[in-house]
DNA sequence: GATGAATGAGCGTTCATTCAT
DNA sequence: GATGAATGAACGCTCATTCAT
């Protein structure tokens, strides 16, 4: 019975470590891309910033395409932690109330962590297989395309998966400029009016 | 004066060597980027491809990013050589023909190097100071804000500033996305599709 | 007294599991040659087949050279308990019997693990001081030399020690290269004939 | 016709430039091999030793591998170059002499580098494809093959393949073990009565 | 004793840039 | 001007070894 805790303790101690060291690895090549952009992150300026030999960089991570992905992986996370629930309810209600919501949740994303955000976007594409951010783009797409077939019967438009296409990319594409190249617009105010006039874009495009 | 016309016509000669030399290159590196990327597009292999010397290379370029900002500005000249006709009577058009008549120069700016200008989007970034591409879209804005100001009277908008950031980034966003990741559209009738609801798009938002 | 026991059946029991330590290790390291080959022989890996952790490797081996000794040794051990009884009544036979079994014997030796037997002959003379192999092979020059002093009187060579020379060198060469190289002599039969033409060598040698 | 002197004048130096780069990293790659062995040959030290960055190194050298090639041919050049008159006319002479100039030659081929013909036979197996020395054997094995076969009345022994195998194995290890391990024998004297004694090996073996 | 996370020197290799020719 | 051999800092990554737990 005298071991059994510290056996336990011991584990835990070590997954702690370990835990520690993954997560010192992943914020530093954040920091670092922040900082310095994707080709100054170097796997051994990442050791360094984490303060852990590379080694153990590779104890973790396969290689520098890795601990990217973790970072996206993580932004991703934070990004749904913060959205997720605005966009709850949005499937039922009608289409002025939920594109605000979607619009209203698309700049609360890009604003998670802006610098990074932009970093993502614009170095990673050349990574190849990195395409975890499409992905979640292609969930919006979905989303989207779902909310309008359920109210085909109030829109203008016709080809809904075109439609689709041009409210989403237009979304993105909004909130990710205004976010991220003009942010002397972040103040909230600013950000109320941007929300309003995207929204209004929208909704006009859908509804005349 | 034996010697003038002989030296002129060296020079002349030279001159015309040296043109070459650096569009070569300049090629060269466009043929790199688009065939392989940015990472795969060594100052040494771009001297090999443009049949020239890494020493040559380095006396009419003072380094990578030169060469890259010489395709960026290469393509920029191309695009508007392609598109400039396009433009020239918008500003004395009503809001819906000059819309239809963006639109449609837009997309066939991006038709003009698809692949390099998904590259130059993408992988360029990274190189630092070179904004380019965004004084590109900063004259499209001008352009676009001068013709709202034009129109004012007309239009359902009050922000002007606000209205130009809106329409100029999602006519760019759509028509990039359309060409550069669903190149399944590039049929005519889809190009032309897709010119039709931009429009719409910009149009409603607009007038209403 | 009632420790005491209990405190030797506990060292008994450890002293047991020290023992399966060190054979997994062995047994790994010499699976891990035989597989891979010496360069993919890490010490990590090791003791990952070996089902032990690195530390403990280190706890009975002061490095990888140590390990790769061990394993010479038992090979060599191993060959012994094969060959041992072959070689007993060497000394009192007639030449021609003699070299025969001789002959047999080295085959036999050959055979015992031939893949291994070939990694330590050909890998580990980079390991430096690892001179195991030559001493084995100083013990038949030895036996041999002894032997060949026995029958003095029989023989046609004067120089015994150079005669020693050449019949060990060329018996091993022959046994090693025969089965390690050419295993498509590896049938039975092949290898009584490989045997007969070896020994007819040495007994031309020795008594013309 | 000035300047075609000095063309070629720039291209002889600059091949001499070239040459002299690749020369010394062959040299330094064989030094090394022989003062500390094959992992100890680093490109970087390669490179240092002579005298060279490692870029150049790789501008000649695709890699380690393939200096390493390098250094095997260069040596394999030098003994072909001792050897050659050597064998010039035994395929006409009688077994006796002939095997006497086989043995002779052997000798002479391992005393051309010791050091690194050691090295190379013991350490490069390893790399696999690296297979130039054996089909340097290979080479002596079909020439004394052929040798057998023209003598094959004269002959004791019936199966001419075994036999060949037999005489170029031994020749071969025993001028090597006694030129590279009992480098105490190495006396032009002892070197003499080595060649004897292999001699009278083969020759009483071939013709009783 | 056993563990395995951590270490860091060192490896093979690339490439932007320089400079003697 | 043109050449291309030469440079060397920096990269991604491995692995024998140590040591806190």
Redesign the pocket.
């Known amino acids: 019975m005298a071991r059994r805790p510290l056996t336990k303790v011991?584990k835990i101690?070590?997954q702690q470590?370990?835990r520690?060291?993954v997560d010192a690895l992943v914020e530093a090549t954040a920091r670092i891309l922040v900082k310095d952009g994707f080709d100054?992150?170097?796997?051994?300026?990442i050791a360094d910033v984490a303060g852990?030999?590379?080694?153990?960089l590779?104890?973790y991570f396969p290689?520098?395409e890795a601990l990217v992905a973790a970072v996206i992986e993580r932004h991703q996370h934070e990004i749904m932690q913060t959205v997720r629930g605005e966009l709850a309810g949005v499937l039922d209600q009608p289409v002025e109330k939920a594109v605000r919501k979607l619009v209203a949740a698309a700049v609360k994303a890009h604003r998670v962590d802006p610098k990074l955000h932009r970093v993502l976007a614009e170095q990673i594409p050349r990574v190849g297989k990195l395409e975890k951010l499409e992905r979640f783009n292609g969930e919006n797409f979905t989303l989207f395309r779902t909310y309008l077939e359920s109210r085909r019967d109030e829109l203008l438009v016709d080809d809904l998966e075109l439609a689709s296409f041009v409210c989403v990319t237009s979304i993105e594409a909004l909130t990710h400029n205004a976010v991220l190249h003009h942010s002397r617009m972040l103040s909230d105010a600013a950000m109320e009016a941007l929300t309003d006039e995207v929204a209004r874009l929208v909704i006009r495009y859908l509804k005349g």
């Open positions: 011991r101690a070590s470590r370990s520690a060291t100054k992150a170097s796997t051994n300026r852990v030999s590379v080694g153990s590779y104890q290689g520098k």
